[in-house]
């Protein structure tokens, strides 16, 4: 392959894939091989003849090689030579390794993004370009197939990506190793051979030394069918991203920080959209991929399917946690869980007092009876009538706390509170929302919208009535 002829196939790919436009600023990431050597002089090549751009070459010195010094400087020779400016960051990887505990290839890999997402950031760059071409793709695929992937992970590297918004863009990512090497040779480009990259003890490299070699002898186009499948399944996950997301905005309601949805809807979508759902939702809180994986998916799904429990909660790792409470399933943080406590004592009939912690404010009037029957089926579901002059003050307006109990009307004897909410099926994530109302006898006379007591009840003696009232502080305002 001639200079010529791969600048266009590269001009075709960023048409198509829409990798840049005029006058972008471009991180390019040189390690001094082959592959990167030529993604250097062909982005420059098109910056002088086909499309302005502002390249700026960035190399990485790992230290981890003695080759590693002489690299250095072909590399800022070269770009030098081309008149792009040169950016080189030394990265101490054995020191990362044994503060993050991770090996020498991701270790480096990462303290490699790291310094090349702080160019990018310094130059005001829209994108950091990456040498990596066909063959590393369909190393990558295999590598994801071998790992268990779902289909996500065959699609293989991207032809653009975001990260921590910044894009990334692999112009060569149709480009054969073999075509490189030949533009460097017929180009005399000057580039460095990394012997490390021959020792099988890496897994990529044993995939691309080893196993593609063995594939190769029952199929003889192993490497180019490898990226036919991350084409295809490019093309059916994007489809299915967009089929997951049209599913979520229509199931899934949003709210500081919360993502809940209906079992019975979750239960309507094809098995494939209720695994994208969930790793959709995943991603929009933000929970680290490291701890997304088909599993934890796989054991989500199959607990939200179950009925064998209609109340739990799982641990997704990260400070996040996900919650079913009978027909409802909520993502949230885990911070979101902390229980409300507060307690407020009314020695009179108030008129109002508000709950700040739980954004109600309760009503209080004491009126004549004057013949009105005061009947249960009159009040609200968030009313409630006493005999005032049975009543004894001062009132205590809490949260439920363990082990409340109450003589329920209508029930022989006195029943767990916990019971009340598990037979209304109130979900447990706010049961500290919904207030006791107890009087001066420690006596819990009322939980509003929930259920009544025995005490004080309204009868044909019944004088004077104390009329409570629990409302959202939110309608009294719209009011």
């Keep these: 392959m001639s200079m010529h002829i791969l600048v266009e196939h590269v001009l075709q790919t960023a048409k198509e894939q829409s990798l840049w436009i005029p006058d972008d600023t471009i991180i390019v990431a040189v390690s001094g091989g082959p592959d990167s050597v030529a993604l250097l002089h062909v982005m420059h090549e098109i910056s002088q003849k086909h499309t302005p751009l502002k390249l700026i070459c960035a190399h990485v010195h790992h230290g981890f090689r003695v080759e590693s010094d002489d690299e250095a400087v072909m590399v800022q020779e070269t770009a030098e030579g081309l008149g792009?400016?040169?950016?080189?960051?030394?990265?101490?990887?054995?020191?990362?390794?044994?503060?993050?505990?991770?090996g020498s290839q991701e270790a480096a890999r990462e303290k490699r993004y790291e310094f090349l997402m702080k160019v990018a950031v310094k130059y005001g760059a829209r994108s950091i370009a990456l040498a990596h071409h066909a063959d590393d793709q369909a190393e990558t695929v295999l590598l994801h197939l071998l790992r268990?992937?779902?289909?996500?992970?065959?699609?293989?590297?991207?032809?653009k990506r975001i990260i921590k918004n910044m894009e990334l863009i692999r112009p060569l990512l149709r480009i054969y190793k073999t075509d490189l090497v030949d533009v460097c040779e017929s180009e005399k480009l000057q580039y460095a051979v990394d012997h490390s990259?021959?020792?099988?003890?890496?897994?990529?490299?044993?995939?691309?030394?080893?196993?593609?070699?063995?594939?190769?002898?029952?199929?003889?186009?192993?490497?180019?069918?490898?990226?036919?499948l991350a084409?295809?399944?490019?093309?059916?996950?994007?489809?299915?991203?967009?089929?997951?997301?049209?599913?979520?905005?229509?199931?899934?309601?949003?709210?500081?920080?919360?993502?809940t949805f209906?079992?019975?809807?979750?239960?309507?979508?094809?098995?494939?959209?209720?695994?994208?759902?969930?790793?959709?939702?995943?991603?929009?809180?933000?929970?680290?991929s490291e701890l997304i994986d088909y599993n934890k998916i796989e054991s989500l799904r199959e607990a939200i399917m179950s009925n064998l429990s209609t109340t739990w909660s799982r641990d997704l790792g990260g400070g996040f946690v996900c919650i079913r409470e009978y027909d409802i399933i909520t993502?949230?943080?885990?911070?979101?869980?902390?229980?409300?406590s507060y307690t407020y004592q009314l020695s009179t009939a108030v008129p109002e007092h508000m709950v700040s912690?739980?954004?109600?404010?309760?009503?209080?009037?004491?009126?004549?009876?004057?013949?009105?029957?005061?009947?249960?089926?009159?009040?609200?579901?968030?009313?409630?009538?006493?005999?005032?002059?049975?009543i004894v003050f001062p009132l205590t307006l809490r949260c439920r706390l363990d082990g409340d109990t109450m003589r329920v009307m209508g029930l022989n004897g006195s029943k767990k509170v916990k019971d009340i909410f598990i037979d209304d099926k109130i979900p447990p994530s706010i049961r500290s929302q919904i207030p006791m109302i107890l009087d001066g006898n420690n006596d819990i006379i009322w939980i509003p919208g929930i259920r009544r007591s025995i005490h004080a009840p309204i009868n044909q003696q019944t004088i004077s009535v104390l009329h409570l009232s629990l409302e959202d502080t939110n309608a009294l305002e719209l009011g």
């Design 357 to 390: 912690e739980i954004g109600k404010v309760l009503r209080m009037s004491v009126e004549p009876r004057n013949g009105m029957s005061w009947s249960r089926t009159e009040l609200g579901e968030h009313e409630a009538v006493f005999d005032a002059d049975q």
């Design 197 to 228: 990259n021959l020792q099988t003890k890496y897994r990529r490299n044993a995939i691309r030394l080893d196993i593609l070699p063995h594939l190769g002898q029952y199929n003889g186009q192993i490497t180019q069918s490898l990226n036919q």
């Design 148 to 159: 268990g992937s779902g289909p996500s992970g065959l699609v293989g590297m991207k032809f």
């Design 231 to 259: 084409s295809m399944m490019t093309a059916e996950d994007e489809y299915m991203e967009l089929a997951a997301e049209k599913v979520f905005r229509e199931l899934v309601q949003t709210s500081d920080g919360r993502f």
């Design 84 to 102: 792009i400016p040169f950016v080189m960051g030394a990265v101490d990887v054995p020191a990362y390794m044994t503060e993050s505990g991770k």
């Design 262 to 288: 209906g079992v019975p809807s979750f239960l309507s979508i094809h098995v494939a959209l209720q695994r994208r759902m969930i790793k959709l939702i995943l991603n929009y809180m933000s929970v680290d």
């Design 331 to 340: 993502f949230q943080p885990k911070s979101h869980m902390q229980r409300l």
